[in-house]
């Protein structure tokens, strides 16, 4: 069974703060996306990673895709409030058809 | 650019009573379409989800239903709802070909059956 694990499940920092969430699987992923997701609201997409040892930059944001696609990771710096939510890691089921496996979710609260 | 929108954004209704949910993609042909549940601090569970239409599939036994009457039209029912059927709804969407995995979902409905 395909699964994507995420860690942690919950973070609190303050402002300014770096932090890092992972996102890891036994299982190789042919692709991985990040979504962030607040209250209330639909989960935004932030990213896709597609090669093995691909990093990506999303202004503070840094993802990486691990060499083996077993697993990601998403690196904050220099938090902001703003930047409190539900992060989401999500990949295809390698069995084909037209499923997606999402990780449980790392809730980040950055306090002001 | 493509859109999708579903409503309504919140909904309160009683124990035994209809519900209706719709969904809607624009800027895209044959979509894959999806239907999720997020129960309050817990991760997304799929519903149902449809590769064309008339074409649905159910990932899990329960109290609702999904019907595609058109390309881009995904509507997600019940008859009689259950106290169990409240939580986060989401309506979300796909390229139907293999363009690659990428899931956009819906602003989302908050159902709260009392």
């Known amino acids: 069974t395909q699964l994507l694990e995420q860690s942690p499940q919950f973070l609190s920092i303050q402002e300014g703060e770096n932090l890092t969430v992972y996102c890891n699987s036994s299982?190789?992923?042919?692709?991985l996306q990040w979504y962030r997701q607040e209250p209330g609201e639909g989960p935004v997409l932030l990213v896709t990673?597609?090669?093995?040892?691909e990093v990506k930059k999303l202004k503070r944001l840094t993802f990486q895709f691990g060499d083996a696609r077993k697993d990601s990771s998403l690196h904050i710096t220099a938090a902001q409030p703003g930047d409190t939510g539900l992060y989401l890691c999500?990949?295809?089921?390698?069995?084909?058809?037209?499923?997606?496996?999402f990780g449980a979710g790392t809730r980040l609260f950055v306090k002001a | 650019s493509q859109t999708i929108h579903q409503w309504p954004a919140t909904l309160v209704q009683p124990v035994g009573s209809p519900l209706s949910l719709e969904c809607t993609v624009e800027?895209?042909?044959?979509?894959?379409l999806y239907w999720y549940r997020q129960a309050a601090g817990r991760g997304l569970q799929l519903l149902f989800y449809s590769v064309g239409i008339g074409q649905i599939s159910s990932e899990v036994p329960q109290n609702l239903s999904a019907s595609r009457p058109q390309d881009r039209q995904f509507i997600l029912s019940s008859k009689k709802l259950l106290l169990s059927d409240s939580g986060f709804y989401l309506c979300?969407?796909?390229?139907?070909?293999?363009?690659?995995?990428?899931?956009?979902f819906g602003e989302g409905s908050w159902l709260t059956v009392v």
């Open positions: 999500a990949g295809p089921r390698n069995t084909g058809g037209f499923k997606t496996i």
């Open positions: 990673v597609v090669t093995g040892g």
């Open positions: 800027g895209t042909s044959n979509p894959n």
């Open positions: 979300a969407w796909r390229f139907g070909l293999s363009s690659g995995n990428t899931i956009y």
């Open positions: 299982s190789v992923f042919s692709s």
